[in-house]
């Protein structure tokens, strides 16, 4: 039984030393060679004091990355990685609510991660170029290590405008990599091309499917996913086989045309999550990649990565048709709420999706009160303690047993005396032709549904054609066309940002 993801490492680094475990378009590292360095880095931080505590790390994805990542775990302690692009007065609320004890950042960042706070800082190459391995510290870490430990902590945005630090233990991510490999059949002959930044989950799938099964992980700068043809020459090139993707990332490399310059013929399997798949967008994947199997993967950063996941048929959709969110996976249990908390069985009524299981993160760190929120004992058991994770997502079952995702349950709205789904609406813009995506906001104040689309389509056009496909009480107020969707950091459409931009209240 495996109990710390260091294990993953270090069985797959004896098995196969010389394959090449992490690329980017800098450097290749070798299993072996991520272990040392891993073990250099744990070394000097553990001489250095900083042994079971919040490491922070302030670069850009890498391979210095994720050896400084590991070696903040060979150390007894857990990373968070801070997104570069962020206003500094964020990063400063990260830091405040983390306490880190240290910084780790590489040559082209140092000075700025300084400027940060008066956290020491180090430099990642100065370790490793001057760092020795201390086996006999290190053991006696690992003697003192348990499978609850903290492994990382994700930031992601809060309601009040101060981030929450999403806190997951080795435990939830090795009960979740281990199915998730062998459902997808990941093995050392894959090459996974990691598109997610490292402060966002998706990139845990990438980071230890590799470490567990030893496959190479080719990351994928962030500055390429706005040159598709940088993006699509280097997927090409490294003969990617698996790409476990945000459904942004994915929309733009077919709303750019990716596919139209250069095709990637070695992929097998693309799985994406964090927002709705825009039907379109999907047909267009298939069109160019027939033979790949698709995966609809469903799960919020509380749960460890996913909970639920569905094999798309193989076939295009139709535009009318909503992709499902499939069925739990192994070790979770995954049911629905009313509003009064009785579970929801019946094909095709809402409730809210809730999990159970080692899945469930440790809460939010620093903040008991917002985790006690969300992170409560299961209604329906009376008799023992079960802690749930409340998702604040509408979901219901099809005939087959799949769940497909309605909306968020603060993306329900009354308008005219009607209750909304916004997703509904965005699903029906997104029918039209000449629409790229779509997203939909109700602005309270004014009583009006505003609409943001990207595309072609002229906006009195669209509203009417919006009129066939849904009622009266549904079409947009207003509608506003954009160049293109704000994103957020970890690549979904930035809906405060459109709020700005609509004069939203």
């Known amino acids: 039984m495996i109990l710390n993801v260091l294990e993953m490492l270090e069985k797959t680094a004896l098995r196969c030393p ?19 360095q891993s073990k250099k880095i744990g070394s000097f931080l553990t001489e ?27 150390a007894g302690g857990f990373y968070s990685l801070i997104d570069l692009r962020q206003p500094e007065n964020r990063i400063r609320s990260i830091l405040d609510t983390l306490k880190p004890a ?10 700025a991660a300084c400027s940060l706070s008066d956290l020491p800082v180090y430099k990642i190459e100065e370790i490793l170029e001057t760092a020795d391995i201390n086996e006999e510290a290190l053991a006696a870490v690992r003697a003192k290590a348990r ?9 992601t945005s809060g309601s009040t405008g101060v981030p929450k630090g999403v806190t997951v233990c080795h435990r939830s991510v090795i009960d979740f ?11 050392e002959n894959d090459i996974m091309g990691n598109q997610a930044p490292f402060d966002f989950d998706v990139s845990v799938k990438d980071i230890y499917s590799a470490l567990y099964t030893g496959a190479r992980v080719a990351l994928i700068p962030r500055s390429y996913f706005s040159n598709p043809t940088k993006l699509m020459d280097y997927l090409c090139d490294s003969k990617v086989t698996v790409l476990v993707w ?20 070695t992929l097998r399997i693309v799985m994406f999550s964090g927002e709705v798949m825009p039907i379109k967008q999907f047909n267009v994947w298939k069109k160019y990649q027939p033979h790949v199997k698709f995966v609809n993967l469903y799960g919020p950063t509380e749960i460890t990565c996913n909970c639920t996941y569905y094999e798309l048929e193989d076939r295009m959709y139709e535009p009318d048709e909503k992709i499902p969110v499939g069925k739990a996976f192994p070790n979770e249990k995954v049911f629905l709420l009313d509003d009064e ?19 469930l993160a440790l809460g939010y760190y620093g903040n008991r009160q917002k985790t006690g929120e969300v992170f409560v004992q299961n209604p329906l058991n009376p008799d023992w303690n ?18 497909v995702y309605i909306s968020r349950k603060d993306f329900q709205i009354k308008h005219l005396g009607h209750r909304i789904e916004l997703g509904e609406i965005e699903s029906g813009a997104q029918q039209v032709e000449g629409i790229e995506r779509a997203c939909c906001l109700y602005d309270a104040v004014k009583k009006k549904i505003v609409l943001f689309y990207t595309g072609s389509k002229d906006k009195k056009e669209l509203l009417e054609e919006m009129k066939e496909l849904l009622p009266v009480f549904m079409i947009p107020n207003k509608a506003i066309q954009l160049e293109e969707m704000p994103l957020n950091k970890n690549g979904k459409i930035d809906r405060n940002a459109l709020k700005e931009t609509g004069g939203i209240r």
């Open 18 to 36: 010389e394959r090449i475990a992490f690329s980017d378009p800098e450097r290749n590292i070798t299993y072996k060679e991520t272990l040392d």
């Open 48 to 74: 250095k004091g900083f042994v079971k505590v919040p490491v922070s790390f302030y670069l850009e994805k890498s391979t210095y990355a994720v050896c400084g990542m590991f070696g903040a775990v060979y």
């Open 102 to 111: 240290v910084i780790l950042s590489d040559e082209e960042n140092y000075d």
């Open 147 to 155: 499978d609850v430990d903290p492994l990382y902590v994700n930031f």
């Open 177 to 187: 990599i281990v199915p998730f490999t062998e459902i997808f059949e990941i093995t």
């Open 246 to 265: 945000a459904v942004s990332a994915m929309c733009f490399v077919s709303i750019m045309n990716g596919f139209g310059y250069r095709n990637p013929e």
């Open 341 to 359: 908390n009785k579970e929801v069985t019946e094909p095709g009524l809402p409730g809210e999706l809730c999990v159970s299981g080692s899945c």
């Open 386 to 403: 079960e802690m749930i994770y409340r998702t604040g997502d509408l979901c219901a079952y099809q005939e087959d047993g799949n769940l």
